[in-house]
């Protein structure tokens, strides 16, 4: 028995991998802010993109996903991170051709609009400078035409008619 104890400690020396690995990892569990996730979950709730930052709001956001335990692609990590873009931006994404499906795809939609996201100041600013997609949506045919398309619309009343209306009561 002793002997079995004496191969087990004698692989662990100053220098061991193992030995250190184990120190941080007890040291870590023992030391750090055990709040931390319920203070980056709370940054993440408040975290909002400001004006011509973009790259420090992705940077911001990772992080604090990263602290608080949240997997990159979840669908509320996505959320989260909409949440935080500007409305003209987030918009501007949806505009796409291809809507992003996942975190990569959001940050680089956000990213391709560099000139936009990066002058950001209001919603306007952006609206005048992607108008929305219209969708071409062809009108039913019809066979036979339509009556009020065939009709024309009755004749107005005239000036002298009306004057004689208003006179009379």
Partial sequence: MERELADTTNTLTKKSE???????DTFDRDWTD??????AYQQLINLRMQPGQLDEYILTFERLAGIAGWDKDAPGTIEFFKKGLPPSLYRACLMRETIPQNMADWQKTAKQRPSISNSLSSDQELETLDPPRTLDIAAPKHKTPMLWMSTPPPPSPSRSFLMKNANST
């Avoid at 193992?18 to 941080?24: A, D, I, M, R, V």
């Avoid at 055990?34 to 203070?39: C, R, Y």
């Fill in 34 to 39: 055990t709040l931390n996730k319920e203070k």
């Fill in 18 to 24: 193992e030995l250190w690995k184990t120190f941080l």
